[in-house]
């Protein structure tokens, strides 16, 4: 089944929102797959953050989603991270691509996703991916595509852009 979450751009709520704290942690088990989100601070997130637990807590699965028109993050897959598997999805004019800052527990996964023509967030953020605090939780970051090349992008004050040059034999 595939869902369409429409809205105005760039609006403050959240696209999907898992909602979970240290008193009434979510509990895991989350399936999050193939959504289209459209506007928001964050197009697919939870709390808390930076709590153990995090926003998923563990044993998740985020993949196959289209993410746009985000304020901050695409994907936050920040705090937690025990078995959290982000992969296959595509994210696109948000602020970041994917948050994983930081997982406390791991292993989080992050693998085959697209991020392409970001746009600079509410906050000046710009980056494929946000990675926060110092942890000894283990993440996983194979096989993704980072495309740097939007006008937002490239216009970034003290950005360096190169155009491609083909080189003779």
Not at 54 to 61: E, L, N, R, W, Y
Not at 129 to 158: M, R
């Amino acid at each position: 089944m595939r869902n369409s979450i429409l809205g105005a751009p760039r609006n403050y709520g959240d696209g999907i929102y898992v909602l979970s704290d240290d008193n009434r942690p979510s509990g895991g088990g989350h399936s999050i797959i193939n959504n289209r989100v459209w506007g928001g601070w964050d197009g697919i997130g939870g709390d808390e953050e930076y709590a153990l637990h995090g926003g998923f807590d563990q044993d998740s699965m985020i993949s196959g989603n289209v993410v746009s028109n985000c304020w901050d993050d695409g994907i936050q897959a920040e705090g937690g991270g025990h078995g959290v598997i982000v992969s296959g999805n595509d994210v696109s004019r948000c602020g970041t691509g994917i948050a994983f800052a930081a997982p406390t527990t791991g292993p989080l996964a992050i693998t085959y996703n697209r991020i392409h023509d970001l746009t600079r967030g509410l906050l000046g953020n710009l980056n494929c991916f946000k990675v926060g605090e110092p942890t000894q939780a283990v993440t996983y970051l194979n096989h993704n595509d980072c495309e740097v090349d939007s006008p937002a992008e490239i216009g970034w004050p003290g950005a360096h852009h190169q155009p491609s040059q083909q080189v003779a034999d």
